[in-house]
């Protein structure tokens, strides 16, 4: 150790118990010499009591039992949503793949994509939809922005599975060995050129779009 | 802290995977007291308020009592919790950005009985430490508050933010240094 930032590093280093012998000899040693590192070592010793004081006083006086029940509330609150979200999925899914196949069997793969499909578009226009209400609440801001940067996130990491999921109806053509011959082959062929296609949009266009959104949004 | 030894951890992660809801229920009881205290104090330095940090230390720990079943052990237990800690802080204090008079508030709130000198003296700095702390850059303050927990080594530092153990000493040393050019720019905080 030859200059001050150095040593001042070493007095952190002592502070949190992770200097050795040597060193913290010629540490000392510097110290007795130097007044701008002592008065580092001061502040270093007193931010760091000073932090660790408040936190012990208010956490003395907190009612670790009222958190620990708002937090079970929360769970069991997060758990019912979860289950409200299932049972309005299915409710809408059922009659819409018996309604868009014209009562085709239920467990038509057009249907079921077709009805996932309307759901994912029925989603995306509420949540903007959503977005519009918050950011026109006046002193909302900030709430926006952080509900935007998450959003932002989510698509992110969803435009990677809809590349993977794009491959499915190529894999059930390949699985069920299907030509286009058929009616049903065709229909799963549209299928994956649709979604191959919306998906490569996503991953080359719009994705690069939401990662510069993010990036200028950073907290 | 309540220290978890290594012992402790396996149990209560055997505890946690288990298909009886009232074990996983003890384990959860279990992590939550253990970590609570250095939990709410790294979620108080980084929000800087008393029910900002209260929000954070709730979102911690609904996250932790919703993911500790899936859990696979690839950190210790509570480095693991520290960082939900973390991410539950810095998406609280996204949600409410706010000015400096927001951020003392709550934070070592005089009683109404007379505080003795030393008391409000001490209350006097917390205050203007946390004032400077939240003109730190995130990184900076997340060092700081990871460091103030007592008992909380540099190599468990460095696993929590996923950086080399060297690079720990040179983050917290450019973070003391802010720290200490914010609280000389500071004026001084009235009790
Ligand atoms: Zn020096």
Redo the contacts between chains.
């Keep these: 150790m030859t200059t001050c930032?150095e040593f001042?590093?070493a007095v952190?280093?002592k502070l949190?118990?992770?200097l050795e012998a040597a060193p913290a000899a010629a540490l000392e040693q510097h110290l007795t010499s130097c007044a701008s590192c002592r008065s580092?070592q001061q502040?270093?010793t007193?931010?760091?009591q000073?932090?660790?004081?408040?936190?012990?006083?208010?956490?003395n006086g907190?009612d670790?039992e009222a958190?620990?029940n708002?937090?079970?509330s929360?769970?069991e609150t997060?758990h019912r949503r979860t289950l409200q979200r299932v049972g309005v999925l299915a409710l809408l899914l059922l009659p819409l793949m018996v309604g868009i196949n014209y009562g085709a069997p239920l467990r038509s793969f057009f249907s079921l994509a077709m009805s996932l499909i309307f759901i994912a578009v029925v989603v995306v226009a509420s949540s903007s939809w959503r977005y519009r209400l918050i950011r026109e609440q006046e002193g909302n801001r900030?709430?926006y922005?952080?509900r935007y940067?998450?959003d932002l996130e989510q698509r992110i990491s969803r435009a990677r599975r809809a590349l993977g999921v794009s491959l499915l109806p190529w894999g059930l053509l390949a699985w069920r060995g299907e030509g286009i011959d058929t009616v049903h082959g065709l229909s799963i062929v549209g299928l994956g050129v649709v979604t191959l296609g919306a998906a490569l949009y996503i991953w080359t266009v719009e994705r690069p779009r939401w990662q510069r959104q993010l990036d200028t949004l950073k907290? | 802290m309540t220290e978890l030894s290594p012992y402790d951890e396996a149990a209560l992660l055997a505890q946690a995977r288990s298909s009886s809801a009232t074990e996983r229920e003890q384990a959860f009881?279990a992590l939550?007291?253990a970590t609570?205290?250095d939990v709410?104090?790294l979620c108080?330095?980084l929000c800087g308020n008393?029910s900002d940090a209260?929000d954070a230390?709730?979102e911690c720990?609904?996250g932790v009592?919703?993911a500790l079943p899936r859990f696979r052990g690839e950190s210790r237990l509570s480095t693991w919790v520290y960082r939900i800690a973390l991410r539950s802080a810095?998406?609280v204090?996204?949600?409410?950005?706010r000015g400096r008079e927001d951020l003392e508030q709550g934070?070592?709130k005089p009683s109404d009985a007379p505080a003795p000198d030393d008391v409000a003296s001490?209350r006097q700095?917390?205050r203007q430490?946390?004032a400077a702390m939240q003109k730190l850059s995130?990184e900076h303050r997340t060092v700081?508050?990871l460091?103030?927990?007592?008992g909380l080594?540099?190599k468990q530092v460095a696993d929590v933010l996923g950086i080399a153990e060297g690079t720990v000493?040179?983050r917290?040393?450019s973070a003391?240094?802010r720290?200490?050019a914010e609280?000389l720019q500071a004026p001084a905080v009235a009790c």
Excluded: C
């Design positions: 930032e001042e590093v952190e280093m949190h118990g992770a580092f502040l270093a007193h931010t760091e000073t932090m660790n004081l408040q936190a012990t006083m208010d956490s907190f670790w958190m620990k708002r937090v079970k929360a769970v997060n900030g709430e922005l952080f940067r998450r907290p | 009881n939550f007291t609570r205290r709410y104090a108080l330095h008393r209260e230390v709730q720990f609904v009592h919703q810095w998406q204090r996204a949600r409410h950005p934070l070592g001490a700095q917390t430490i946390h995130e700081l508050s460091f103030a927990i007592d080594g540099h000493w040179s917290l040393h003391r240094k720290l200490a609280l």
